[in-house]
């Protein structure tokens, strides 16, 4: 018996990804027996990462945040990812009979080759044109249901790619999972033709034609409201983004007038779980107080320099010092 297919494409009604991971992880639990929905959505200046990876290991999530992006954390396991409004997502949601990993590929395929581009399944998680990466995939199965998730690329920008993602320059020693870097490339460059909408159009054939039936389209009107909300805000969370149990140290350093200050930092969860300092100043009180003053709180420049405030200081140089520290943390510099 052939599936029944359904398209929701909510690209005009939301760019924000905590709503269209709501809506993924909705339109999974509630895809009927026997059906298969195919889900189109776009995020707007967003890095995703995957399930078991660390915020601060995979991004530089402050960057990104302080110039009005998101990050966001979603079911599946696999790397992290860029997306703006040159990116084009899909997810196939399906229950167990008819979820089918290389059908799925497949629509992604008939739709390349609609504009004449040969695609191939590299490994499991990657779809590549010419040797480059267009497209990473990633995967979520829970009580016989089922989703299938990916970015296409066509018309990315490269260079916020490159620096959101770009986590060389610190010294942060992560222990989830570590992204892989590929060489990847925009589908607008190999076919000018491609747009988010004209891809999205050919997927949406692609659909019909490779399970052969007609693609019934949902809306909004379709799912319980209140269940989204919650799960929006379940997306959108600080715990859920950043406060996963997966340990990580950070390092800053730097020489001032009045000496020499490393700053060590053990998080777990997003929380600092432990401090320490290696200095040559003189303020040894002070310079003692800073590990001290930061266990418990979150691992963010805001929180830590909340608490480098509440140290007590008497003199001039005690102030440099608590200053130093501070502008560490807020500049992110590392040696």
Same mark, same amino acid.
């Not at 799925?104 to 395929?109: E, F, H, L, W, Y």
């Not at 020489?255 to 600092?272: K, Q, S």
């Given at each position: 018996? +052939?599936?029944?297919?359904?398209?929701?494409?909510?690209?005009?009604?939301?760019?924000?990804?905590?709503?269209?991971?709501?809506?993924?992880?909705?339109?999974?639990?509630?895809?009927?027996?026997?059906?298969?929905?195919?889900?189109?959505?776009?995020?707007?200046?967003?890095?995703?990462?995957?399930?078991?990876?660390?915020?601060?290991?995979?991004?530089?999530?402050?960057?990104? #945040?302080?110039?009005?992006?998101?990050?966001?954390?979603?079911?599946?396991?696999?790397?992290?990812?860029?997306?703006?409004?040159?990116?084009?997502?899909?997810?196939?949601?399906?229950?167990?009979?008819?979820?089918?990993? +290389?059908?799925?590929?497949?629509?992604? %395929?008939?739709?390349?080759?609609?504009?004449?581009?040969?695609? #191939?399944?590299?490994?499991?998680?990657?779809?590549?044109? #010419?040797?480059?990466?267009?497209?990473?995939?990633?995967?979520?199965?829970?009580?016989?249901?089922?989703?299938?998730?990916?970015?296409?690329?066509?018309?990315?920008?490269?260079?916020?790619? %490159?620096?959101?993602?770009?986590?060389?320059?610190?010294?942060?020693?992560?222990?989830?999972?570590?992204?892989?870097?590929?060489?990847?490339?925009?589908?607008?460059?190999?076919?000018?033709?491609?747009?988010?909408?004209?891809?999205?159009?050919?997927?949406?054939?692609?659909?019909?034609?490779?399970?052969?039936?007609?693609?019934?389209?949902?809306?909004?009107?379709?799912?319980?409201?209140?269940?989204? %909300?919650?799960?929006?805000?379940?997306?959108?969370?600080?715990?859920?983004?950043?406060?996963?149990?997966?340990?990580?140290?950070? #390092?800053?350093?730097?020489?001032?007038?009045?000496?020499?200050?490393?700053?060590?930092?053990?998080?777990?969860?997003?929380?600092?779980?432990?401090?320490?300092?290696?200095?040559?100043?003189?303020?040894?009180?002070?310079?003692?107080?800073?590990?001290? +003053?930061?266990?418990?709180?979150?691992?963010?420049?805001?929180?830590?320099?909340?608490?480098?405030?509440?140290?007590?200081?008497?003199?001039?140089?005690?102030?440099?010092?608590?200053?130093?520290? %501070?502008?560490?943390?807020?500049?992110?510099?590392?040696?």
């Amino acid at each position: 018996m +052939a599936a029944r297919l359904y398209l929701f494409d909510n690209r005009k009604e939301s760019r924000n990804p905590y709503r269209n991971l709501a809506v993924e992880e909705y339109l999974t639990r509630h895809c009927p027996e026997g059906s298969l929905v195919l889900y189109l959505w776009q995020n707007r200046r967003t890095v995703v990462i995957g399930r078991n990876q660390n915020a601060w290991g995979e991004c530089n999530a402050e960057a990104l #945040e302080r110039d009005g992006g998101h990050l966001a954390r979603r079911l599946s396991g696999g790397g992290a990812v860029y997306h703006d409004d040159g990116n084009l997502n899909f997810t196939f949601c399906a229950p167990d009979g008819v979820y089918d990993e +290389a059908r799925q590929v497949r629509v992604i %395929a008939r739709a390349a080759e609609s504009f004449g581009i040969s695609v #191939e399944k590299t490994g499991r998680n990657d779809i590549t044109a #010419e040797g480059r990466k267009f497209s990473g995939n990633a995967y979520y199965h829970t009580d016989g249901q089922n989703f299938h998730h990916g970015t296409i690329l066509i018309s990315a920008d490269m260079g916020a790619l %490159a620096r959101y993602l770009d986590t060389d320059t610190s010294k942060l020693r992560a222990g989830g999972v570590k992204s892989v870097p590929s060489k990847v490339v925009n589908l607008s460059e190999l076919n000018p033709a491609i747009t988010p909408d004209s891809f999205a159009a050919a997927l949406k054939e692609a659909l019909a034609a490779e399970y052969g039936g007609e693609v019934t389209v949902l809306t909004e009107a379709d799912f319980d409201r209140n269940e989204l %909300a919650d799960r929006e805000a379940f997306f959108a969370s600080w715990d859920w983004r950043y406060g996963q149990k997966i340990p990580f140290t950070g #390092e800053w350093s730097g020489h001032f007038p009045w000496g020499f200050l490393r700053l060590y930092i053990a998080a777990e969860g997003g929380v600092i779980t432990d401090a320490s300092v290696d200095s040559d100043g003189m303020a040894s009180e002070v310079i003692a107080a800073i590990p001290k +003053a930061l266990i418990g709180a979150r691992y963010s420049r805001e929180a830590m320099n909340a608490r480098l405030c509440t140290i007590p200081v008497r003199t001039p140089l005690e102030e440099q010092v608590i200053a130093s520290a %501070a502008g560490l943390i807020r500049r992110g510099d590392r040696e």
